[in-house]
């Protein structure tokens, strides 16, 4: 029994793993787009303050402002896609490594079963033995 299990448990332990990764590829992919954002904002700061030290006034400034705010908002929009998929994720992942304990826990006990059957057949043999001994002790002193 418990050496059919170790399949099961084998494709379990790839699911945890694999679902273990993409959380990892999940939060690497929020690094990045706030890393973005970050870079998005500070561009726009940057280009405040040149416009505050220039004394010409720049017509394309609304449109650029515009852009940067329309990009902001589709990746803080990304951002919060990528945040409830990493929450559902770790659901998969509990989930999973569940899964996986139930049955190792019932391969354990399927070991421990085997060791006992194993224990009380070799306890039978000493038992035969002794009482063949006791037998053949008790016939030649009769």
């Given amino acids: 029994m418990a050496r059919s299990l170790s399949g099961i448990i084998r494709l379990h332990k790839w699911q945890v793993d694999e679902k273990r990764r993409q959380i990892t590829e999940l939060e690497v992919m929020k690094e990045e787009l706030v890393e973005r954002l970050e870079k ?36 803080e929009a990304s951002i919060t896609e990528v945040d409830v998929s990493i929450e559902n994720m770790k659901d998969e992942l509990a989930e999973a490594f569940k899964e996986l304990k139930k049955y190792e826990i019932v391969e354990q006990r399927a070991i421990e079963r085997e060791k006992e059957e194993l224990k009380r057949k070799e306890q039978d043999r000493l038992d035969e033995i002794s009482l063949n001994q ?7 002193s009769s």
């Fill in 40 to 75: 998005l904002l500070s561009d726009l700061a940057s280009e405040q303050e040149n416009l505050a030290k220039s004394n010409v006034v720049d017509i394309n400034y609304a449109n650029y402002a515009s852009s940067v705010m329309t990009r902001r908002e589709n990746i």
């Fill in 134 to 140: 006791f037998r053949a002790g008790h016939k030649r």
